[in-house]
Structures are given as C-alpha cells and as structure tokens.
C-alpha cells in the first residue's frame, strides 16, 4: 500500500500501550489510521486477527468497509460480504463488526482477537467495550491491543473521557493497574490532505453551533455527555422563586404510576412564558413507598394549594381500563375528586416541543432567558432535566434508563403536550405599574393589585 499518514496517525500506528484512544476533532484523519494501522499490523503478524467495530452495520459499510476496499491492495486483500471478513495472502483477517445492542457482544464469546478496534468509541457504552477487552488474548505472542477512534460527544462521552482523557496526559504512555493506556488528540489542522483538498473544512466547522465547534474543530472534552436537554443550563432555566400573580393561568402536569407519582405545578403568564413553580416527587423510584389513586390525589391537592387550576394534563395510558375493576386510573382519580385532562403525546415530536420551551434567547436586560423555567424548590426536575441521557440508538428520544430519572421530564411534556394558553392580558393601566381591576382570571372575581 502506497500511502503517506500524517504525525498523528504515525504516532497511532506506532503507540505501544494496551488500550489506545485517538480523539478529538472530525476529520482529523482518525478512521483512515484506524484503517491503516489494521493493514500494517495484519501484513507484519501473519495469521494475524483483528476486529473492527462501528456501532451499526450501515455506518461500517459506508465508512471503515469502503475505506478499507479503496486502500488494500487487491494483491494481498480480499473481502467478503458475507460475514463482513476481509483477508490477507498472509492468513491475517480482519472481522468487522457492529454492535447495535448491548447483547450483541455476546455474538464474540468464545471468540479471540490480537487487535481490537472501535471506530466512533463515544458510541458505544461502558460495558460493551468492557466485554470486549476480555476478547483481546492469545497464545502467539503477537502484541495486543485495543485501539479507539472518536470525536467527542455521544452516549458514551463521559465513560471515555473518564478512561482516557481525564486520567492521561497526552501523547503519553499511562500506567493503569497492571495494563498500560494512552491518549492521542486529534486536530483537523493535522490533516494536510484534507487542509490542501477541501480548505473551506475549516470555515464550515467555525459555523457549528457553539458546542458542536467546541466538539468537532477543537476536539474539546469539555463538553456535555450525552445529554438529552443539551440546552438545560441551570443559569437561565432555574431561578428562585417570585410569589406569581394571581392572574397567571395553573396548570398542574403528572407523570403517574404505581412506582411514582411526578406532578408539577406550572404558571403561565400572559405573554405564554411558563414557570414551574412546585412539585411532588415521591414513590418508589425516590426510595419511598408508591402511592395508590386516593393517595395520589390527596398529594395533588395539596400542590394546588386552594389555587384555580386550569386543567391537570395527564398521559392517556392512564384512562386504559384495569381488568379487575374495570375502572381506569383517570376514573378512580376522578372518584378522589382530581379531574385529568388526556394529552396525547408522541414521544420524540413532544420533546421537540419541549426543546422549543427550553430554548434559550437572549432577553431585553442583556442576559439570557427561556419560554419555560423552573423554580429552585424542583429540585427533582432539575436534577432530571440536567442528567437524563440520549437513547443510545435514537439520539432524538430520551434514555428509558436509569428509570428514575424519566417521569419528571415526561411530566413536563405532557404540560407542552396540553397546549397551555397564556394568562388573559392585563389591561392597560398594568404596563404602568399596578392595576385595580376585577376578574383578570375568569376563576377571580376579586379585587387584586397586581405589581408587576
Ligand atoms: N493518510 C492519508 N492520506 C490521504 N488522505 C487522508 C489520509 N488521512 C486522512 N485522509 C483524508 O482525510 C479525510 C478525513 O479523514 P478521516 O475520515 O480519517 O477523519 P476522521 O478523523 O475519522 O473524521 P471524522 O471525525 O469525521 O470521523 C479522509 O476522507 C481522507 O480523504
Ligand atoms: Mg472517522
């Protein structure tokens, strides 16, 4: 194979450490290394083997097997589609290999490899890469290693700036127990043959949004992990609480099941901005007991304190009747004397809805703000909001574990879900400060002064 590597993807090549990571910025030339630190390694250990993984088939197809196909030399490399196994004339192979579920490791237990390989390591989790580690043996006395790819950011962001990042100083071989780590950092600007081919890279990498820049062009760590609220910054959606104006509209939104009963309090102003104001958090999931329907309801009330709540959204699994009774759950709460509001709301569209809420715009007084923030006393909702992970398969849906940490963000969608409308509109005397007036919510036919 007639081809120049850059610093990088020699020193790739070159590293002598048992668990490898070559990370950071996208198209620093990391997946061509992979691909030719593999060859060089199957031409120099005969009968060689080596797996390549990439978290799904389609993406191994469109990257490392095509890559591959285009590099090695028809004379000493063939492939076949088969089982995804590429061959050398020296008995070398390699496999490559997906890992969509967490058992599909398990499709390697009784198998042996002198390299392995992770293209995209931020994609898999912790325990996936764990496993295969166990895999890495042999009796031929080859060098084995596990060799990593990646950019930082996805669901496993954190695990591997854990191992790599945070405990190795750069470009240095690192003790860790009995075994040996390094990390190599990648940049875009190490890349020459992309700099000379492509050099408007660069300016549409600086057009990112500014996380994704900090992630792709710098190859900054510092980034968040696999959040789901990517925009939750506590700086702009928390603040303390304001004792809310008596017109603003309530609404009350729940999450409920035999395990937790999450319910918020939500105000809405007139201009449709939306604050959380209270919550009950408490079940089983919270190392408490689980409430039954009447205890639940008793729970809800007192979280409406006596105000007038314009409506109490609720999930629609929650009207399915139960066998035995054949009551549904909305019924029995109906019976405790709570009356819920069926939302419907499919998963990925209503937090999409949700991320529109969170947002985050800048405000008139030169800081930043959001349609919808949280009062500092949820703390089990910001505590949610700040920790609940991606799906590992579809980034556009949120984690189902750990389970604990879903039912208050799902309570928070099914308030968006509701299509609460904003409070009536003041009349004009309150732009100027106060207003006397009567009915400014159609539940309060008191005289009230408003500050505002
Ligand atoms: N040694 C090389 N010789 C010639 N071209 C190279 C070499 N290394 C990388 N390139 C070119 O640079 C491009 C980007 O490299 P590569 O795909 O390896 O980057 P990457 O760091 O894996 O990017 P990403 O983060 O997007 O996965 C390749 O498509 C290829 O055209
Ligand atoms: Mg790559």
Not at 181 to 196: E, S, Y
Request: glycine content about 8%.
């Amino acid at each position: 194979m007639d081809i120049t590597v850059t610093q990088r993807q020699k020193k790739f090549c070159d590293a002598q450490a048992f668990e490898v990571l070559y990370g950071g910025a996208a198209g620093g030339g990391k997946s061509y290394g992979q691909i030719i630190d593999a060859f060089l390694y199957a031409m120099k250990y005969p009968r060689s083997k080596q797996i390549i993984f990439r978290r799904t088939l389609p993406e191994l197809e469109k990257s490392l097997i095509r890559v591959s196909l285009a590099l090695y030399p028809q004379s000493v490399y063939s492939y076949r589609k088969a089982d995804h196994t590429g061959t050398f004339v020296n008995g070398s192979l390699i496999d490559f290999a997906y890992c969509d579920s967490e058992e599909d490791v398990y499709r390697y237990q009784s198998a042996e490899y002198d390299v392995i390989r992770f293209d995209e390591l931020t994609h898999f989790t912790e325990s996936m890469y764990l496993y295969m580690l166990s895999r890495c043996r042999g009796v031929n006395g080859y060098p084995k290693h596990v060799k990593s790819s990646t950019n930082p950011g996805g669901i496993g962001h954190s695990w591997v700036k854990k191992r790599f990042i945070d405990c190795c100083a750069p470009d240095t071989v690192t003790k860790a127990g009995e075994l040996t780590r390094m990390f190599i950092p990648a940049r875009v600007t190490d890349n020459r043959f992309l700099m000379k081919s492509d050099p408007q890279y660069v300016k549409r990498l600086r057009s990112l949004s500014d996380r994704d820049r900090r992630a792709l062009l710098n190859g900054s760590w510092d980034i968040t992990d696999g959040r789901f609220f990517e925009e939750f910054d506590r700086s702009v959606h928390v603040l303390c609480a304001f004792e809310v104006p008596r017109e603003w509209r309530r609404y009350v939104s729940l999450d409920y099941g035999l395990d937790m009963l999450a319910a918020y309090k939500i105000a809405v102003d007139d201009g449709g901005r939306a604050y959380v104001t209270a919550e009950v958090y408490e079940g089983k999931d919270n190392g408490g007991d689980g409430l039954i329907v009447s205890q639940a309801a008793e729970r809800i009330k007192e979280l409406c304190k006596g105000d007038e709540i314009y409506a109490v959204f609720a999930p629609p699994d929650l009207w399915s009747r139960q066998k035995d009774s054949g009551k549904s759950i909305a019924g029995l709460f109906l019976e405790n004397g709570v009356s819920l509001t069926r939302v419907m709301s499919a998963r990925v569209a209503g937090w999409m809805a949700l991320k529109e809420w969170l947002h985050v715009t800048d405000d008139e007084a030169g800081g930043q703000t959001a349609r919808l923030r949280i009062f500092d006393s949820c703390q089990n909702l910001i505590r949610a909001m700040s920790l609940l992970q991606c799906d590992s398969h579809n980034p556009a849906d949120s984690a189902g574990v750990p389970h604990e940490l879903t039912h208050a963000p799902d309570a928070l969608r099914y308030f968006i879900a509701g299509q609460p409308r904003p409070a009536e509109k003041a009349p004009a005397a309150y732009k100027y400060g106060f207003s006397f007036e009567k009915q400014l919510s159609p539940f309060d036919s008191e005289k009230q002064m408003i500050i505002i």
